[in-house]
């Protein structure tokens, strides 16, 4: 479903991915682990279409389709998901409108007809109470005043009502508290489908801990140097990234 190839990223002069080849199969959930400042988030944007990323070799393959010409609309109307693009507040903006906003655009895009209120009413609500996001929420403006945990529980709730085919989470660097962890993760499980895949990037492996994952990919040095299974996060919770950083580029 998701192939990446050989893919070379710069930014500037500065080498970032250098020849990163992974594959996700449909419905699996797949972990990249690595050392801070190898890549993760940059693959990310990559996938998502962020500007200032210079590709000079390789491809993104939505199923058999190469992505990386297209927008990021044009991506999410692929059905790719990248959470916690917008952890900002937007004051102005209430909830709904926004959630609504983002709905009818990738309908658009996919040239399907707009959601009625009533319809995108019912959807929300549904999915809100599945995912333990309160009517009060729903009325304040887009983040404002959220909880970490609160900002988590939006963002899986857009995912939810989006229905990506390839959801990717990058926990921040920040990391999350245990209830914004419990939220995401609860949301990811439920969200597990045999026709959508997730790329859970991350430093630690508590996050792993709440979403099991199908496979685990260690990255460094810009690359996935190792592949295998849930075992091997744990591998690397004892032994940390030792094993791979350092290794010749
Ligand atoms: P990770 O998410 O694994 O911590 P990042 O993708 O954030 O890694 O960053 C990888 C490397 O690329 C880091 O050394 C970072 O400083 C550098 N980098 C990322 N984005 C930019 C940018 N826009 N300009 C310059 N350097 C960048
Ligand atoms: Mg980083
Ligand atoms: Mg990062």
Known sequence: MLVIKNLHVSVGDRKILKGLSLTVRD?????????????????????????????????????????????????????????????????????????????????????EEELQTPDFMKRVREAAAKLGVSQEMLRRP?????????????????????????????ETDSGLDIDALRVVSEGVNALRAPERSFLVITHYQRLLDYIKPDTVHVMANGRIMRSGGPELALELEERGYQDYVGEAA
Do not use: C
């Not at 297209?70 to 693009?85: N, S, W, Y």
């Open 142 to 170: 887009l983040n404002s005043g959220f909880s970490g945990g609160e900002k988590k529980r939006m963002e899986v709730l857009q995912m939810a009502l989006l229905a990506p085919t390839v959801g990717i989470l990058d």
């Open 27 to 111: 419905g699996e959930v797949a972990a990249i682990m690595g050392p801070n400042g190898t890549g993760k988030s940059t693959l990310s944007y990559v996938i998502a279409g962020r500007e200032g990323y210079d590709i000079t070799e390789g491809e993104v393959l939505l199923n058999g389709e190469n992505i990386l010409e297209l927008d990021p609309h044009e991506r999410a109307a692929k059905g790719l998901f990248l959470a916690f693009q917008y952890p900002v507040e937007i004051p102005g903006v209430a909830t709904m409108t926004f959630l609504k906003a983002a709905m009818n655009a990738q309908r658009r895009s996919r040239g």
